[in-house]
């Protein structure tokens, strides 16, 4: 077997599925998963729905030049959006395969929206990694199925089955995801920024949606939007940026991108909260969904943290790109844990850097495009 291979991928080659079984698929780590699927159930349905717009834009693509006509890929957390009670016959299914997702809340919603869907007999199978949970996911699954099997093993990752019973039990999980089982339900914090109040909408797994973050709040502290500007906010989160800007402006237009299809949902309630004129949320990747357009300001706290390292990939796409959004004389303003070395990108990418405050814990840096 090829060492490229993930363990996750490999465990789930394990998975019995029959040429005619419908098989839903929560947070795939790839695209080879869900093909694996596909080839299996030749005459059945799959569906899959994942958060982050990246995967769900390759996992598109694949399926479509692999000609895998029956998949349908959902940009959203578990059912979030685009299931509706009135679907339950047409979506029931006879395979759920989880991919254990890092945050416990959000693991727990899709265990609770496989129940809606999953038929009589069916099988929920999870994967995941000891690091990620998988024990504990275990346990999850015994007390709502009844029982749990492991399935295999391998590089640290596990495989666990549940069966479906005529019953299942989820009052030991209910309590624990309410009131977010509901996907209209967003959790409403009132923060007062830049002198007014602002209610911001979150929901679990959304960057900081327990609490303002403080290198979000230091830069709200010390952003400067002219009073007539387009303003990017770039990786958007809950949206308090992109509101907080919206506010600022006189005249001109406010537009939030983020990959993750929460961060979205919840950006959209505080925009709609916020009072600003002329704005937009948008799905993408990094500045994809705004590649041809042209802004004044771009704001954004890049996102820097994978697992429990510390990889500037992203935040250097983030620099790159928002100077190619940005028209002549417009500012990139970010803001940074102190000890990262964005100074140097900032530098390399548009020649010129200021540092606008210079905090304890974080700083706030901007760029003027030439
Ligand atoms: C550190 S958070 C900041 C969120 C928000 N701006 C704030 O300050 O509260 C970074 C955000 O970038 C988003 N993100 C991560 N990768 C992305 C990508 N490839 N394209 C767009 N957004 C991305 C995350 O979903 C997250 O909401």
Redesign the pocket.
């Known amino acids: 077997m090829s060492s490229s291979v993930s363990p996750a991928t490999r465990l789930l080659q394990q998975v019995r599925i029959a040429a005619t079984d419908c098989v839903l698929y929560f947070h795939p780590e790839s695209s080879a998963t869900v093909a694996m699927g596909a080839r299996a159930a030749a005459e059945g349905r799959i569906a899959a729905s994942h958060r ?3 995967v769900v834009s390759q996992l598109r693509r694949d399926v479509e030049l692999i000609g895998l006509t029956q998949v349908q890929v959902h940009h959203a957390h578990g059912l979030a959006k685009w299931f509706s009670v009135g679907d339950a016959k047409e979506y029931a299914f006879d395979v759920v395969v989880i991919r254990l997702p890092s945050e416990r809340v959000a693991f727990y919603q899709l265990v609770l929206d496989t129940v809606k869907v999953l038929k009589p007999g069916g099988r929920c199978v999870v994967v995941g990694g000891n690091e990620e949970g998988i024990k504990p996911a275990a346990k999850v699954l015994e007390s709502v199925f009844g029982k749990c099997a492991v399935m295999g093993h391998a590089g640290g990752h596990r495989l666990l089955m549940s069966v479906r019973g005529e019953r299942v039990d989820i009052s030991a999980l209910q309590p624990l995801v309410a009131p977010f089982d509901d996907v209209q339900s967003f959790l409403e914090v009132s923060h007062v920024l830049r002198g007014s109040p602002l209610s911001v909408f979150t929901r679990p797994g ?3 949606w327990e609490h ?2 403080e ?2 709040a230091t ?1 709200v502290e010390h952003m400067h939007v002219p009073e007539r500007a387009d303003v990017l ?9 992109g509101a907080v800007a919206g506010r600022l402006l006189k005249h001109g237009t406010v537009t939030l ?4 299809s929460e ?1 979205i949902r919840c950006a959209t309630g505080t925009m709609e909260c916020s009072g600003t004129a002329r704005w937009r949320v948008l799905a ?3 500045t ?1 969904a705004v590649r041809d357009e042209r802004f004044d300001v771009v ?6 943290h994978v697992g429990k390292t510390t990889d500037l990939t ?1 935040p250097v ?1 983030f620099i790159e790109e928002a100077a190619q959004v940005l028209r002549p004389g417009g500012t990139l303003q970010l ?1 940074a844990n102190r000890k990262l070395p964005y100074e140097w990108e900032l530098e390399r990418v548009f020649g010129n850097r200021r540092t606008v405050f210079d905090g304890n814990r974080f700083k706030v840096l901007s760029a003027t495009r030439e």
């Open positions: 982050r717009w990246p959304v960057f900081s303002l973050d290198a979000t830069l906010d770039l990786g958007c989160g809950a949206g308090v940026l991108v983020d990959a993750d961060a993408s990747d990094v994809e704001l954004c706290n890049p996102p820097f992203l796409r803001v």
